[in-house]
């Protein structure tokens, strides 16, 4: 597949204009990789629309980041990609980009809940939350290692995604499925409330994963549990958010649509009338 450089590039821009075209990545955001051979990374450059580029705007990195070859300056964020290919040598493909309901959820530092849909809990798996730093440098391309070799999707605190696969396009997917899971998962929230997968459904798809021949952190993390709190919230890392929106169980789900769980309902609602008629009676006074 790396045969032809140039046709590399071609599908570069091409997954390029896809980013671009569903809203992933506005104006000039975004970078996007392929690991060409053990010594070479092509990248996208810096400032240029993720939807016009063309094939020479594509650069040429090595593996610590310097620029080899390409028209332009290639992407401060290409560190990033290198955190990932350096660990993980069955990836060859790295996206990165800002989809808005996947981001949405990295900016309220809610975790991605899991048991509540079988392509995700298929393909994706785990997507943990990795910490915010400040863009561009190799503070911000560290905080990804502490997953990088269990899962393919992470989102970036206050930031956008990061996805990665065995080629480029399958990268590109794993980023329309994660958004397209958080949309879902807001949608359904509006309705009121989200079901989740017993142990034994999860337990069917990870069978069906496995089989599939994916990987999954709760096969090798046996402290994992198939559904329940997020399997990096602990060792992996010292930012954990907490489940806000999506709880972990659909019983606790219920006690927050209450939004005050553990509390008479009834008596909070005689109190508040009982004031609200004693502040009419006044104001009518």
């Given amino acids: 597949m790396y045969a032809n450089e ?12 896809r980013v671009y075209n569903r809203g992933f990545a506005a104006a000039n955001d975004g970078n996007i990789s392929i690991r060409l051979n053990e010594r070479e990374i092509l990248c996208t450059p810096t400032m240029v629309s993720k939807g016009y580029m063309k094939p020479e705007d594509i650069c040429k990195v090595d593996y610590e980041g310097k620029q080899l070859a390409g028209m332009r300056k290639r992407s401060s964020e290409i560190l990033l990609h290198l955190s990932v290919y350096k660990v ?46 400040t863009p561009g440098g190799q503070k911000f391309a560290d905080t990804v290692l502490p997953y990088v070799k269990n899962c393919n999707t992470i989102l970036l605190a206050n930031h956008g995604t990061l996805t990665f696969g065995p080629d480029l396009e399958k990268a590109y997917f794993n980023t329309e499925i994660i958004d397209a899971y958080c949309r879902i998962l807001l949608l359904a929230r509006q309705l009121g409330r989200v079901h989740y997968f ?35 919230n602990e060792g992996y890392g010292s930012f954990n958010p907490e489940h806000t929106a999506f709880p972990v169980t659909e019983q606790d789900a219920w006690a927050k649509n209450s939004n005050n769980p553990g509390i008479d309902v009834d008596s909070l609602v005689k109190k508040i009338t009982d004031q609200v008629m004693a502040a009419l009676k006044g104001s009518a006074a």
């Fill in 6 to 17: 140039y046709k590399l590039k071609e599908f570069m821009c091409e997954i390029g204009r």
């Fill in 88 to 133: 993980r040598a069955d990836v060859n493909g790295v996206v990165h980009c800002h989809p808005p309901h996947a981001t949405a959820f990295a900016v309220a530092h809610e975790p991605i809940p899991k048991a509540i849909l079988p392509e995700v809990e298929v393909f994706l798996g785990e997507v943990p939350t990795a910490v915010y730093e």
């Fill in 198 to 232: 017993n142990d034994k459904e999860t337990a069917e798809l990870l069978a069906l994963k496995k089989k599939l021949g994916y990987d999954d952190v709760r096969f090798q993390d046996k402290a994992c549990t198939l559904r329940g709190e997020n399997c990096f």
